[in-house]
């Protein structure tokens, strides 16, 4: 059985003094729900300020991107060695750096496999636009993002790491994937697609999230289909409320 998981990526939100009240405000809660997988992605600058406050409790800590390099002259850029230690888990390929930053398929597999190589695991990112939804290319381009970026990773990274399966157009649009549809995507072509490339107990152990306006009143919805392990959560992970009823949702689906 996969345990679910649901992560919050807070994107360029919270300031350190706003990232810390949210914290103290959800964690006891998030705390006590066992059997789901909690965990925070805050911007760098407030990570090491929540992982302090999340220290003693069963949420986990996640960064939102990171470079490949172990360190060297690249202005601007986090190592995975920085974040080794700090985080448990590192977002890579986000739909938003790979559209307004320049990230490629091949950058968010040289970013799982450093994840890995400093004891990170990776949330890889994958989906499609409108265009490519409406033109039915949805199968051809998610199945194409997952095999750039499991390249040359073992099977048992591959059973270990998490993949996001967000459509872009339900990324903050308030129009998610229907329960079904995202189980249609996430069961034949993501899982479909590891287990091709690292046969069927590793896919039927990797974790697949949804992401894409999730919110505490669809994820029931979501989460009762079973090929869906989790959600990343955008908008609604930044108030305590709706984050914390998501993760509730989580357990009660599970
Ligand atoms: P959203 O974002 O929940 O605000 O749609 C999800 C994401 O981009 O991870």
Known sequence: MRTPIIAGNWKMYKTIAEATALVRE???ELNEIAGVEKVLCPP?????????????TSINLGAQDMYWKQEGAYTGEVSPLMLQGLCQY??????????????????VNRK??????HGLIPIICVGENLEQNEAGLTEEWVSGQVRAALTDL??????RLVVAYEPIWAIGTGKPATGAGANSVIGLVVRGTVA???GEETAQATRIQYGGSVKPE???????????DGALVGGASLESDSFIRIVQAALSAG
């Open 26 to 28: 959800m964690r006891r």
């Open 44 to 56: 760098f600058i407030a990570l090491s300020n929540v992982a302090e406050l999340i220290q003693a």
């Open 90 to 107: 590192v977002i890579v390929g986000h739909s938003e750096r790979r559209q307004y930053f320049g990230e490629t398929d091949e950058g």
């Open 112 to 117: 799982a496999r450093a994840a890995f190589e």
């Open 154 to 159: 073992t099977a048992d990274q591959v059973s």
């Open 196 to 198: 091709d490339l690292f």
């Open 218 to 228: 669809n994820i029931a919805d979501l989460l009762a289909e079973p090929h869906i």
